[in-house]
């Protein structure tokens, strides 16, 4: 009775061995191919990943031809890649929808110079709202540098909107953001006053204007010289705010 039960008891144990065995080679098999998928999916959103950056390049260059339509175009297909790809590049979202925000301001037809929509949406709400979400993005980012460019870009599409108090505002958070990037007295900080004191300008407010032109003056003249455009800029705009200060 003893050999019989020794007998089943080294058979049970071999049987469980067994199964054992055989499970650990299916859920080694198992976790194989899941790591072959994972492994795919990961090549798949890369390869979606280039192909979005593609698109926004290739959108890029159709900007600076002046084919908006086309660009606009590619730039719905990079954000449509980057969404499939599952990959979080928030700067480079950011990017495609400041080039969207500007083709749909900046489209014109025919080379004619009349401004036109290229879908049924592109209103100045929807401009708005890409502008909005780039810098909301950016900042979600945190990379400084992304988010001086979408707010630079917002600033550039609020003044093209006549929104003149809100481009103010914008340029303001850029040149905060500018001197932390670049330290006082940058270049980029010298082209933000430039910019800072035109929009003062056009809000006739002369004085404001005339020294932020002052401070560009001293920092592009020592950055990029007495005879840079932008030093040209800031002293045309001391000689504008001058005027307007003097009712002329």
Do not use: W
């Amino acid at each position: 009775m003893n050999a019989t039960t020794d007998q089943f008891l080294v058979f049970f144990a071999l049987a469980l061995f067994a199964i054992g065995v055989k499970m650990m080679f299916r859920n080694f098999k198992v976790l194989r191919m899941e790591n072959t998928l994972r492994g795919n999916r990961q090549l798949l959103n890369a390869e979606n990943e280039k192909r979005a950056l593609r698109n926004y390049q290739l959108a890029i260059e159709l900007t600076r031809r002046h084919e908006f339509k086309e660009a606009l175009r590619f730039l719905n297909n990079a954000e449509a890649e980057l969404a499939s790809s599952g990959i979080n590049n928030l700067p480079l979202l950011s990017a495609i929808l400041n080039q969207q925000a500007l083709c749909l301001l900046r489209g014109r037809e025919g080379g004619k110079g009349r401004t036109v929509s290229y879908r049924a949406a592109s209103t100045k709400q929807e401009i708005l709202e890409l502008i909005g979400r780039s810098v909301n993005l950016a900042a979600l980012s945190g990379k400084d540098k992304t988010t001086l460019n979408a707010l630079f870009v917002k600033a550039s599409i609020l003044k093209s909107l006549d929104m003149l108090s809100e481009t103010e505002d914008c340029l303001r958070q850029s040149l905060e953001l500018a001197k932390k990037l670049y330290g006082a007295q940058s270049e980029e900080e010298g082209r933000l006053l430039n910019n800072l004191g035109q929009t003062l300008l056009e809000l006739d407010r002369h004085g404001e204007s005339l020294d932020c032109y002052r401070r560009a003056l001293t920092i592009l003249e020592r950055r990029t010289g007495r005879d840079s455009s932008l030093t040209a800029e800031a002293r045309q705009g001391q000689v504008e705010a001058l005027k307007g200060m003097n009712g002329y």
